[in-house]
């Protein structure tokens, strides 16, 4: 079964998890320094926050799926419909261990399809661990879905949720 996946970024954590919460009737399952999720399931949604971006608002949508073969799915579909998508394998991002595709809607709206494969003790840094500054400001989305993340989640210096 397939979840819907909103990731704003805010200005102020604290104040930001407690208008969620209220909104949500639920603490967040997920609450690090810079982050918080929320996996609700009504409605069924992945909603996370945090204080990594540049700008706040709408950082990326996505749709986050339960295993290899649904996302395989996905980007069959994205690829039927010429709308393509940039396959990312084993970020490591919000504090967690994923499979990605990235595409970008025509309003320049970058959506992420994902299939998450664990928990990782870091928002999104190298394999060795360190979380560099432009590690940091790659996470979650790709500028462009044709080009990878600054700090590439498939390679030495991955980062993104």
């Known amino acids: 079964m397939k979840r819907l996946h909103v990731h704003v970024s805010v200005n102020n954590l604290p104040?930001?998890?407690?208008?969620?919460?209220?909104?949500?009737a639920t603490q967040p399952s997920v609450e690090k320094q810079d982050y918080a999720k929320w996996m609700l399931?009504?409605?069924r949604v992945n909603f996370a926050i945090s204080t990594r971006?540049?700008?706040?608002?709408?950082?990326h949508l996505g749709i986050q799926v339960e295993s290899a073969e649904e996302l395989a799915e996905i980007e069959g579909r994205a690829l039927a419909a010429g709308l393509g998508s940039e396959p990312?394998?084993?970020a490591n991002c919000c504090y967690a261990r994923s499979d990605k595709h990235w595409l970008e809607d025509p309003q320049g709206i970058v959506w992420e399809a994902f299939h998450t494969m664990g928990d990782i003790p870091v928002y999104g840094g190298s394999r060795d661990g360190k979380?560099?500054?432009?590690?940091?400001?790659a996470c979650c989305a790709p500028t462009?879905?044709?080009e990878p993340p600054a700090a590439s989640c498939g390679s030495a210096s991955s980062g993104c949720c």
């Open 15 to 24: 104040e930001s998890i407690r208008f969620y919460s209220g909104l949500f």
């Open 88 to 90: 990312e394998q084993g």
């Open 53 to 59: 971006a540049n700008a706040v608002g709408v950082n």
């Open 131 to 137: 979380d560099t500054q432009a590690q940091a400001q």
């Open 41 to 43: 399931e009504d409605p």
């Open 144 to 146: 462009r879905p044709s």
